[in-house]
């Protein structure tokens, strides 16, 4: 049974009319009356030169006159070979009928059972298969039909507009007629081929008696067909000694491959002996793919048992999962085998042409011993070929088993499948390799590179790791400075050295832990060494600056948690000290993070580096006729009396200068500067308190004033305008 590749099914010639002569548009058929094979047999005889003798014809039109002629010939015995096989494919067809209407079940038994219900199914299959190809050809036909039609309609309408002159006045347009006949005559045959459905019928009827009798076959069989042990035990026996036996091949075929080069019939061709070398290693090839292939049907073999006999609705989507894996392996070969057969004649012509070639002068007897091991090659082909195909087999069966087995569980096995399924998936997932590292180990005092694979679940499992751990490590760190600070008095510097060290060590070795129990080796970060000190040098050279600062400023301690600095144009109380910044809070309550690496190499102003105490002074102007000793004395005896002025640092009021509009007086005063308010609260209570002393005094405190002087050395000129008129 074969597909006719190109052929369409357009409409039934029993039922389609035949083309009536009427007109070009309604073509005529012409007769396939005359033998063309003797028409084409004579012209070929005779050639161009005699066959002008009798007609007047080109070199083109000769040509195309032969190839007319070819193709009717060979349309006509097309059609005879494509009746021929109708009336096989209608024989066979009443056979299977009447075997349908006769049908008897097979006897079976335990071991006989499972191949007669494999059997059917892969009939039902493939007759399946086989229809559904031909319904699509029969769906193709109609366009197909509707173009050779057109064709024979062009064709009988230039024989028509040759007709139309009458009887041709000269041999050439007697010529013309008969060669456009003779292409009429070609578009008929041709649409008649096109048309004739009688073959595809047969053929799509055939396939279903078929589907039929399978069908009948796998309704006796269901239910009765077991997969015993002993029958697992058969085919993997089986599958043991073709294993064996390809072994046995594989090492005949190295044997063959040593011997070859000192043959001494080879030894003076070695272009020749090249060429049987790559047979040779080709077949070594085909024994390993067969090896595998031998092995995946025994592990098949033993899927379709478990799928037979388990009770298990879980281990079928293992099983399933296998059974696919195997699937895609084996697919894999497909073009494999066209490449190997490719190769193999291409090899086999460059032998042939090796042995024509005079210069070579290779004798007849070399000969039989080339194609004798192009023979054995292709042999060996073929046999891969066919066991591939039954390894396709097995594997659609198993899914086929899968599928049926699947149809029988209630809904409860169905979610408890779908379940382990999902769990498959993710496993799957979870088990997917990403990338993989190169661990050296020392084996024997040798440097050994091992793969190490590192997988999805493996990141996943690490980054889990160190994100508790993290959450962990800040925890325990601070546990740990607040227990060490309760119990030795450590001030709020020291307790965040100790923090920032102790989550640094934590966080070291729950990294540590992370690797260990992902199975990533650390030795590969001694590869990684050269990278990691150029990113360093180049990118992370502003971190690397800030993080080392920041170590110094913990240790060094210029500034510290709770400290009053002042850094360019920001000024605030240290909050936090960290790794690459540090942090200051405004009197406004702004937060500012500030490199560490510009705190250490800039200008800094600390208030309280060694104590907090700081000066301030007050300027306070009064009027040139103001006692100045009781303003002095008045003033002395508010900041003294003020409760945020320090009373163990001196506290001076001075006649500090004579100024433009008044006497400057300058109160000087210690405040402590983390007491808050001191900044602007204390200033601003102290000048009111001056104020009202000094009103109450009766000392008036200045304000700006100017003199005007008048130049009346000379009179003024004063002149009295006129309203402007309107």
């Known amino acids: 049974m074969a597909f006719l590749p190109g052929s369409s099914l357009a409409q039934d010639p029993a039922t389609s009319p035949a083309p009536t002569p009427t007109a070009a548009s309604n073509p005529t058929p012409t007769p396939l009356e005359p033998d063309y094979a003797d028409m084409l047999t004579r012209a070929l005889d005779e050639g161009f030169e005699g066959f002008q003798k009798t007609e007047p014809a080109t070199p083109e039109e000769f040509r195309d006159y032969l190839h007319l002629l070819g193709q009717i010939v060979e349309m006509k015995t097309s059609k005879e070979k494509q009746a021929k096989r109708t009336q096989a494919f209608l024989s066979q067809t009443a056979e299977a009928e009447a075997a349908i209407a006769n049908f008897k079940p097979p006897v079976i038994n335990a071991d006989s059972g499972l191949d007669a219900f494999d059997s059917a199914r892969l009939d039902l299959w493939q007759a399946l298969n086989w229809l559904a190809a031909l319904e699509k050809i029969a769906e193709s036909r109609t366009e197909q039909n509707r173009i050779s039609f057109e064709e024979l309609k062009k064709a009988q309408s230039e024989l028509q507009a040759l007709q139309s002159t009458g009887t041709p006045a000269t041999p050439q347009l007697a010529w013309q007629r008969k060669l456009q006949d003779l292409r009429v005559a070609v578009a008929y045959a041709e649409h008649q081929a096109r048309t004739d459905s009688s073959f595809l019928h047969a053929d799509m009827k055939l396939q279903k008696a078929r589907i039929k009798m399978a069908n009948k076959y796998l ?68 024994s390993e793919y067969r090896r595998i292939g ?99 087999q097995l594997l659609t069966l198993a899914n086929a088993d899968l599928t049926e087995r699947r149809g029988q569980l209630n809904m409860g096995q169905k979610l408890n499948v779908a379940a382990a399924s999902l769990g498959g998936e993710i496993g799957t997932l979870w088990n997917t390799e990403i990338f993989h590292l190169n661990d050296s180990v020392f084996i024997n005092g040798e440097v050994i590179q091992r793969p190490s694979p590192v997988t999805l679940g493996m990141m996943l499992t690490a980054l889990l790791i160190l994100i508790l751990g993290g959450l962990i490590s800040a925890a325990s760190s601070r546990w740990i400075r607040a227990r060490l600070s309760a119990r030795f008095s450590l001030d709020a510097n020291t307790g965040a050295i100790i923090q920032k060290f102790s989550n640094a060590f934590l966080l070291v070795c729950i990294s540590l832990v992370a690797l260990a129990v992902v199975k990533i080796p650390l030795t590969i970060f001694a590869l990684l060494g050269g990278a990691a000190a150029i990113a360093v040098g180049f990118g992370s050279q502003q971190l690397v600056n800030n993080l080392i600062s920041g170590i110094i400023l913990l240790f060094e301690r210029p500034i510290r948690i709770g400290d009053i600095i002042d850094v360019g144009a920001y000024a605030g109380t240290v909050t936090s000290i960290g790794t690459r910044c540090s942090q200051l809070r405004r009197a406004d309550g702004v937060e500012i993070l500030i490199p560490n690496s510009i705190i250490l190499q800039g200008t800094v102003v600390n208030w309280t580096l060694t104590d907090s105490h700081v000066r301030q002074e007050i300027l306070v102007g009064i009027s040139y006729t103001s006692p100045v000793e009781k303003a002095l004395e008045i003033i002395a005896q508010i ?53 009202n002393a000094l009103s109450a005094a009766g000392i008036s405190l200045a304000f700006p004033q100017r003199d005007i002087h008048l130049a009346t050395a000379t009179p003024i000129s004063v002149q009295v305008l006129p309203p402007a008129a309107h």
């Open 219 to 286: 309704d006796h069989l269901k239910g009765r067909v077991v997969f015993l042990t002993g029958l697992l035990n058969v085919k993997r026996e089986q599958a043991q000694k073709d294993e064996t036996e390809s072994a046995q091949t594989a090492k005949d075929l190295e044997n063959q491959v040593k011997s070859l080069p000192s043959s001494g019939t080879f030894r003076r061709y070695p272009e020749l002996s090249s060429l049987l070398m790559q047979g040779l290693e080709n077949q070594i090839q085909i």
């Open 294 to 392: 031998l092995l995946i049907r025994s592990q098949i073999w033993q899927a379709r048992h478990d799928i037979w006999n388990t009770s298990d609705p879980k281990s079928f989507e293992k099983t399933a999962r296998a059974v696919n894996d195997r699937m895609q392996d084996v697919q894999t070969w497909h073009p494999l085998i066209a490449n190997l057969n490719a190769k193999t004649q291409e090899r086999r012509r460059a032998a042939q042409a090796l042995l024509d070639d005079p210069n070579q002068k290779a004798p007849d007897t070399i000969r039989p011993l080339v194609e004798k091991y192009f023979t054995q090659e292709d042999a060996a082909l073929s046999k891969w070929e066919t066991e591939f195909d039954h390894l396709v």
């Open 639 to 691: 900041a003294k009396s003020h409760p945020d002025v320090l009373k163990n640092s001196d506290t001076n009021v001075f006649f500090h200068d004579f100024g433009a509009d008044s006497i400057v007086l300058r109160l000087l005063y210690w405040v402590d500067k983390q007491v808050i308010g001191t900044a602007n609260r204390v200033p601003s209570e102290l000048r009111l308190s001056i104020y």
